[in-house]
C-alpha cells in the first residue's frame, strides 16, 4: 500500500474533463505536486504547490486542495495527455512520499 | 536547458553491486540550492524517492535502503553517482535522476531512466 492513496485508473472521452485525487493525512499540512509519465518518455512536473502550473504546462491542468485531498483537474482532456500521473507529497522530516500513481486513459 | 541522462547497468545478478552514474547539463551542483536525486520505479509499481544529495555535499536516504545506498557527485564532470548493494530481483526497474527542489523537495526535471535488471 502507499502513503498517499490515488485511483488505480480514470477514463475519461476526449473533450471532458478528468480529475484525479490523491489523499493522506498528510496533505492537510504539505504540499503536494503532480507529475505526468507517458511510455517511453520521462516524468514531468504538471502541477507545484498544489495548484500552480509550471511554465509549459497548458492551461488546461489545474490542482487543488481541500483538507486531505488534493485535486489534479485536465479539462477538455486530449490524447496527448494519456498516460500515468502521479502525486508527490515531503513531510515535514523530509521523507519523501508517492501516491500510487493512476493510468489516465482517453476514450 | 536542463537536462539528465542516467548510465550504467542494464543487467547486474543478484548480491552485486549497481553503480549509477547521473550526467546532468543546463545547472551546476556547486551553485547553492542545487539538489539531485534518484527515484526508481519497479514494473509496475509507483515511484519510490531513493537518495538526495545537495550542492553542499548534504545526503539523505531513503530510511529502507539507506545501509545498501551511497550518493556522491563529482561536480567537476556534472555528475552524481548512486551504488546500491546487495541487489535483489526486487531491485528491477527503471531508475530515474532527477533535479530537486531543496526546500520543498520537489523534482522539477527528470532524465529519460534507465532500465535494471536483477537476474542470474
Known amino acids: 500500500s502507499y502513503e498517499l492513496t490515488q485511483p488505480p485508473s480514470v477514463s475519461v472521452s476526449a473533450g471532458q474533463t478528468a480529475r484525479i485525487t490523491c489523499t493522506a493525512e498528510?496533505?492537510?499540512?504539505?504540499?503536494a505536486y503532480w507529475y505526468q509519465k507517458r511510455p517511453g518518455q520521462a516524468p514531468f512536473l504538471v502541477i507545484y504547490k498544489d495548484t500552480e502550473r509550471p511554465s509549459g504546462i497548458p492551461e488546461r491542468f489545474s490542482g487543488s486542495s481541500s483538507g486531505t485531498t488534493v485535486t489534479l483537474t485536465i479539462s477538455g482532456v486530449q490524447a496527448e495527455d494519456e498516460g500515468d500521473f502521479h502525486c508527490?507529497?515531503?513531510?515535514?522530516?523530509?521523507?519523501?512520499?508517492f501516491g500510487g500513481g493512476t493510468k489516465l486513459t482517453v476514450l | 536547458q536542463v537536462t539528465l541522462r542516467e548510465s550504467g547497468p542494464t543487467l547486474v545478478k543478484p548480491t552485486q553491486t549497481l553503480t549509477l552514474t547521473c550526467t546532468f547539463s543546463?545547472?551546476?551542483?556547486?551553485?547553492?540550492?542545487?539538489?539531485v536525486s534518484w527515484i526508481r520505479q519497479p514494473p509496475g509499481k509507483a515511484l519510490e524517492w531513493l537518495a538526495r544529495?545537495?550542492?553542499?555535499?548534504?545526503?539523505y536516504y531513503s530510511t529502507s535502503l539507506e545501509t545498501r545506498l551511497t550518493i556522491s557527485k563529482d561536480t567537476s564532470k556534472n555528475q552524481v553517482v548512486l551504488t546500491m548493494t546487495n541487489m535483489d530481483p526486487a531491485d528491477a526497474g527503471t531508475y530515474f535522476c532527477v533535479r530537486t527542489a531543496f526546500d520543498s523537495w520537489h523534482f522539477d526535471f527528470w532524465g529519460q531512466g534507465t532500465l535494471v535488471t536483477v537476474s542470474s
Open positions: 508527490q507529497t515531503a513531510d515535514s522530516s523530509g521523507s519523501v512520499l
Open positions: 543546463g545547472f551546476s551542483l556547486s551553485t547553492s540550492g542545487m539538489c
Open positions: 498528510v496533505l492537510a499540512k504539505q504540499y
Open positions: 544529495i545537495d550542492w553542499d555535499d548534504d545526503k
